[in-house]
T-cell receptor, first 116, second 113 residues
Framework: NAGVTQTPKFRVLKTGQSMTLLCAQDMNHEYMYWYRQDPGMGLRLIHYSVGEGTTAKGEVPDGYNVSRLKKQNFLLGLESAAPSQTSVYFC???????????????FGNGTRLTVT | GDSVTQMEGPVTLSEEAFLTINCTYT??????LFWYVQYPGEGLQLLLK?????DKGSNKGFEATYRKETTSFHLEKGSVQVSDSAVYFC????????????FGAGTRLFVKA
């Protein structure tokens, strides 16, 4: 009963380094999302995908790229990490179906990223 | 634009006290409303939801009623336990300009034994 799995759980990067965060879901959900969580700011949407091969920008997309080559996976890339990208990153998925806006999000346990 | 405002924390209560966490929203469409809970080191998980006006969502003793006239979705519990200590997020989902979910800033709850 895995649900949404994120790897890695923790990572420390130096400024300018790159990395990819992986999200995998086994619920056959169409929609997937990447959020970042910062103290006092709730969750802010970085990018999202409404299906395999599609991606769209969210509220704070700058400095990030994403890909959804397979329905079950959603990758978040940082090409050149900056200290402002120090945050906890959450992946989520949902299956809107007919009751689209009533469908809840299912979250992974997060990746804590520190950029020094 | 669409937004969610919830009371700032932290909220500190003694066990068996009554809990209210206020949440108000602004939405251009007709949103669904949610409360999510986040325990330490974990992701958010759905606590309850309501999809239309006057609906009451409930789960694990928590309740919230969708009040369209006051654009509110306050979370309540009659008797909190130490195990309820967590961060609570109010959220809305709308389909205007694409499907999206917007979260409040979160309210941290501490319950003392």
């Amino acid at each position: 009963n895995a649900g949404v799995t994120q790897t890695p759980k923790f990572r420390v990067l130096k400024t300018g380094q790159s990395m990819t965060l992986l999200c995998a879901q086994d619920m056959n959900h169409e929609y997937m999302y990447w959020y970042r969580q910062d103290p006092g700011m709730g969750l802010r949407l970085i990018h999202y995908s409404v299906g395999e091969g599609t991606t769209a920008k969210g509220e704070v997309p700058d400095g990030y790229n994403v890909s959804r080559l397979k329905k079950q996976n959603f990758l978040l890339g940082l090409e050149s990490a900056a200290p402002s990208q120090t945050s906890v990153y959450f992946c989520a998925s949902s299956y809107p179906g007919q009751g689209a806006i009533g469908s809840p999000l299912h979250f992974g346990n997060g990746t804590r990223l520190t950029v020094t | 634009g669409d937004s969610v405002t919830q009371m700032e924390g932290p909220v500190t209560l003694s066990e068996e006290a009554f809990l209210t966490i206020n949440c108000t929203y602004t939405a251009t469409g007709y949103p669904s409303l949610f409360w999510y809970v986040q325990y330490p080191g974990e992701g958010l998980q759905l606590l309850l939801k309501a999809t239309k006006a006057d609906d009451k969502g409930s789960n694990k003793g928590f309740e919230a009623t969708y009040r369209k006239e006051t654009t509110s979705f306050h979370l309540e519990k009659g008797s909190v336990q130490v195990s309820d200590s967590a961060v609570y997020f109010c959220a809305l989902s709308v389909i205007t300009g694409g499907f999206k979910t917007i979260f409040g800033a979160g309210t941290r709850l501490f319950v003392k034994a």
